[in-house]
T-cell receptor
Framework: DAGVIQSPRHEVTEMGQEVTLRCKPI?????LFWYRQTMMRGLELLIY????????DSGMPEDRFSAKMPNASFSTLKIQPSEPRDSAVYFC????????????FGSGTRLTVV | QKEVEQDPGPLSVPEGAIVSLNCTYS??????FMWYRQYSRKGPELLMY????GNKEDGRFTAQVDKSSKYISLFIRDSQPSDSATYLC????????????FGRGTSLIVHP
C-alpha cells in the first residue's frame, strides 16, 4: 500500500488566493483526519470524517476553511481567502477505527502564504 | 496552558547514550498514552502506546506512565543517529471520540 498520499507537497501562494490541499487515504480506512502543525501550537485537529461524513469540525479556525470528502478515496481542504497566518504544515491521516493507535499520517503539505 | 506539555529541545546526545524524553499532562481523564516519532518533512508515526499506568518495552524503547504525577516518559537505550527525530506525546480519554491531544514535540539529535 502506498500509504496516505497528499498533494501538493509544497504550496506557496499570495495572500487572498484560494488554496486547495488534497488527500488520498488508505483503502479500507473509514476515518480521515485533517491536522495542522505549527511551531507555536503543535499538531491540531481541524476536522475528521467517518465514512465520508464530517463528524467534528470544531477545530476549523474560521469560515475561510472548508473540507469535503466526496468519496472514500479522496478529500480536500480548502482555504479561501488565504492569509499569512495560515502558513503551516497540513497533514491528512486515515485510520480503520477512530482510535489514534490506528492513525497513518501522510507526509504533509507545507503551505506558505506570502 | 496546553493540556499536554513537552520541552521542545533540541536534545543533543552522543550515539549510544540513554535518552529520556518527558511529557506532562493536566487532564486526569487521559488513559491512553502514545508516543509518535516524526522525521523531518514526514508525518508522525506511532512508536508505541500504553494504557493507564505502568511500563511498556519494545526493543530499545520503553514507555513509562506515572498517573499520580501526570508524567510520561520515553526512554531510548543505545541511541542511534537514526533515532534523530521529533518525538510527540499524545494522550486520549478511554471513551467518547478518542481524539488525541498532542504535545508540541521534543527534537532529538543523536550525533555519531
Amino acid at each position: 500500500d502506498a500509504g496516505v498520499i497528499q498533494s501538493p507537497r509544497h504550496e506557496v501562494t499570495e495572500m487572498g488566493q484560494e488554496v486547495t490541499l488534497r488527500c488520498k487515504p488508505i483503502s479500507g480506512h473509514d476515518y480521515l483526519f485533517w491536522y495542522r502543525q505549527t511551531m507555536m501550537r503543535g499538531l491540531e485537529l481541524l476536522i475528521y470524517f467517518n465514512n465520508n461524513v464530517p463528524i467534528d469540525d470544531s477545530g476549523m479556525p474560521e469560515d475561510r476553511f472548508s473540507a469535503k470528502m466526496p468519496n472514500a478515496s479522496f478529500s480536500t481542504l480548502k482555504i479561501q481567502p488565504s492569509e499569512p497566518r495560515d502558513s503551516a504544515v497540513y497533514f491528512c491521516a486515515s485510520s480503520p477505527t477512530v482510535h489514534p493507535t490506528g492513525y497513518t499520517f501522510g507526509s504533509g503539505t507545507r503551505l506558505t502564504v506570502v | 496552558q496546553k493540556e499536554v506539555e513537552q520541552d521542545p529541545g533540541p536534545l543533543s546526545v552522543p550515539e549510544g547514550a540513554i535518552v529520556s524524553l518527558n511529557c506532562t499532562y493536566s487532564n486526569s481523564a487521559f488513559q491512553y498514552f502514545m508516543w509518535y516519532r516524526q522525521y523531518s518533512r514526514k508525518g508522525p508515526e506511532l512508536l508505541m502506546y500504553t494504557y493507564s499506568s505502568g511500563n511498556k518495552e519494545d526493543g530499545r524503547f520503553t514507555a513509562q506512565v506515572d498517573k499520580s504525577s501526570k508524567y510520561i516518559s520515553l526512554f531510548i537505550r543505545d541511541s542511534q543517529p537514526s533515532d534523530s527525530a521529533t518525538y510527540l506525546c499524545a494522550n486520549t480519554a478511554p471513551r467518547g471520540s478518542y481524539i488525541p491531544t498532542f504535545g508540541r514535540g521534543t527534537s532529538l539529535i543523536v550525533h555519531p
